[in-house]
Nanobody
C-alpha cells in the first residue's frame, strides 16, 4: 500500500503564494506519475498538474504560468508552488499517485483558501 500525506495549505490573500508538499510512504515503487488535483465547493475534482518520474509535466490551462509542480524522487515527495493565487483557486487540494492519468492513490486533502 501507499500513503500520501499533504501539507502546506491555508488561508492566503489574492496575489499571494503557497507551497504544498506531499510525502509518500509505503510501497512507493508502485508510484509512477504523481500529481495534484483539486475540488472546489460544489464542483467535481479536477486535475491541476502531473509530473512523471523523469520530470515531464502537464498543467491545467487555468494554472499554467502560475503553478509549478516538482518532485524529489529520493524523498518520495511532490510539491506544488502556487503563485498569483486567485479566489477561484480556493479548493481542497489532493495529492495523487499512479500511472499516467490513472490515479491509484489519493491523499486526504489540504484546504487552500484565497480570500481578502
Amino acid at each position: 500500500q501507499v500513503r500520501l500525506v499533504e501539507s502546506g495549505g491555508g488561508l492566503v490573500q489574492p496575489g499571494g503564494s503557497l507551497r504544498l508538499s506531499c510525502a509518500a510512504s509505503g510501497s512507493t515503487f508502485r508510484l509512477n506519475t504523481m500529481g495534484w488535483y483539486r475540488r472546489a465547493p460544489g464542483q467535481q475534482r479536477e486535475l491541476v498538474a502531473l509530473i512523471t518520474p523523469t520530470g515531464t509535466t502537464n498543467y491545467a490551462d487555468s494554472v499554467k504560468g502560475r503553478f509549478t509542480i516538482s518532485r524529489d524522487n529520493a524523498k518520495n515527495a511532490v510539491y506544488l508552488q502556487m503563485n498569483s493565487l486567485k479566489p477561484d483557486d480556493t479548493a481542497v487540494y489532493y495529492c495523487s499517485g499512479g500511472r499516467g492519468f490513472i490515479v491509484d492513490y489519493w491523499g486526504q486533502g489540504t484546504q487552500v483558501t484565497v480570500s481578502s
